[in-house]
T-cell receptor, first 111, second 112 residues
Framework: KQEVTQIPAALSVPEGENLVLNCSFT??????LQWFRQDPGKGLTSLLL?????REQTSGRLNASLDKSSGRSTLYIAASQPGDSATYLC??????????FGKGTHLIIQP | SQTIHQWPATLVQPVGSPLSLECTVE??????LYWYRQAAGRGLQLLFY??????ISSEVPQNLSASRPQDRQFILSSKKLLLSDSGFYLC???????????FGPGTRLTVL
């Protein structure tokens, strides 16, 4: 059974810092990995999707990498802003059609 | 563009009462549809998914059921709610042949 772990569970940093969120998964047989953002009480916003054949994807100040063989992904956020404060979720798609999620990293960017 | 709707946004129900949550998608045809639940202290868990009308797959045994009466409509139901059914219910969709999933705004269910 696939398990997804996200470290750290919570992170608080001053505005302007670059930061890295980590995601690991136990079964490397995945089709893709998706990073989401969730604001309090809201649904999920898709940030980046990495296919299993890809190593990284970039969108603006966000960069996600995937090392499928070691079961790891990182989300790099450059020049963090208070508006980046949210919970960031990592999810993988394996053999079944749905996604398996980690519990998320709760990020606070201090102004 | 595609849009996904969920209602109601919030719901407070007594134990033993029935449940019906609705999800609809606009701007696409024959989407794959999903129901997830986010319970306190736990990650998002896939409950059901559907690849077509009347086709439902269940991921975990539970007190809930799902139905897809129309191409872009997905319904989550229960005949008798339990306290453990409380949580944040999210509907998602993706186009067949495309990997990215998109989520709705969610329904906050509290069972008392």
């Amino acid at each position: 059974k696939q398990e997804v772990t996200q470290i750290p569970a919570a992170l608080s940093v001053p505005e302007g810092e670059n930061l890295v969120l980590n995601c690991s998964f136990t079964d490397s047989a995945i089709y893709n990995l998706q990073w989401f953002r969730q604001d309090p009480g809201k649904g999920l916003t898709s940030l980046l999707l990495i296919q299993s054949s890809q190593r990284e994807q970039t969108s603006g100040r966000l960069n996600a990498s995937l090392d499928k063989s070691s079961g790891r992904s990182t989300l790099y956020i450059a020049a963090s802003q208070p508006g980046d404060s949210a919970t960031y979720l990592c999810a993988v798609r394996g053999g079944a059609d749905g996604l398996t999620f980690g519990k998320g990293t709760h990020l606070i960017i201090q102004p | 563009s595609q849009t996904i709707h969920q209602w109601p946004a919030t719901l407070v129900q007594p134990v033993g009462s029935p449940l019906s949550l609705e999800c609809t998608v606009e701007g696409t045809s024959n989407p794959n549809l999903y129901w997830y639940r986010q319970a306190a202290g736990r990650g998002l868990q896939l409950l059901f998914y559907s690849v077509g009308i009347g086709q439902i797959s269940s991921e975990v045994p539970q007190n809930l059921s799902a139905s897809r009466p129309q191409d872009r409509q997905f319904i989550l139901s229960s005949k008798k709610l339990l306290l453990s059914d409380s949580g944040f219910y999210l509907c998602a969709w993706k186009s067949s042949g495309v990997n990215e999933q998109f989520f709705g705004p969610g329904t906050r269910l509290t069972v008392l």
